[in-house]
């Protein structure tokens, strides 16, 4: 069974604190960061990420692209992320396919939900961040102090010879 993580973006960024600090000063900052974690969201789980931003805060008529492979879509003018939301959510829900939608607007979880789809709070999907973050960490951690440094034993002035090498030091 596919599954689908739709993601109202602008409610993420104004309630999640590390990107909530952007929210004034940097907003495609925030953006390229959300994205980024999304991106981790979806390597990990296995979950298609689109991310939904809406037009107001973006101006020109609605697009869509993708970014570190997740879909990323602007609404059109006069268009709110909740409404292109609820369409792309009755729109992919199916009996192959499961859609959550990760939205802090109760009344947007609603909607959605007698659609369907599943709601996620923005506080459930930023816990689920924070730990798959740390897992992939560890996970990195694990594999870098488990490579061997060298495949060939050699003694470490020999090592330091080369490593002089191939910095171009002579």
Not at 71 to 95: C, H, P, W
Not at 147 to 156: A, E, F, G, Q, Y
Request: net charge neutral; charged share 30%; glycine share 4%.
């Amino acid at each position: 069974m596919e599954q689908i993580l739709l993601v109202d973006g602008y409610n993420m960024i104004g309630a999640w604190p590390e990107l909530k600090r952007y929210k004034n000063n940097d907003l495609s900052q925030a953006r390229d960061i959300l994205v980024e974690w999304l991106a981790d969201y979806q390597g990990y789980t296995g979950f298609k990420v689109i991310v939904v931003f809406d037009a107001h805060f973006v101006q020109g008529i609605g697009k869509k692209y993708r970014n570190y492979n997740v879909d990323v879509l602007y609404t059109r003018e006069k268009e709110t992320a909740d409404e292109r939301i609820e369409k792309l959510a009755i729109e992919l829900t199916n009996i192959r396919t499961e859609v959550h939608v990760a939205t802090s607007d109760f009344t947007e979880q609603w909607v959605i939900f007698a659609q369907g789809a599943l709601r996620k709070s923005a506080r459930e999907l930023h816990t689920e961040i924070k730990l798959i973050q740390n897992r992939i960490s560890r996970r990195a951690k694990k594999i870098s102090d488990e490579k061997p440094l060298s495949k060939i034993d050699i003694p470490t002035e020999v090592a330091e010879i080369f490593e002089k090498w191939r910095r171009g030091d002579s």
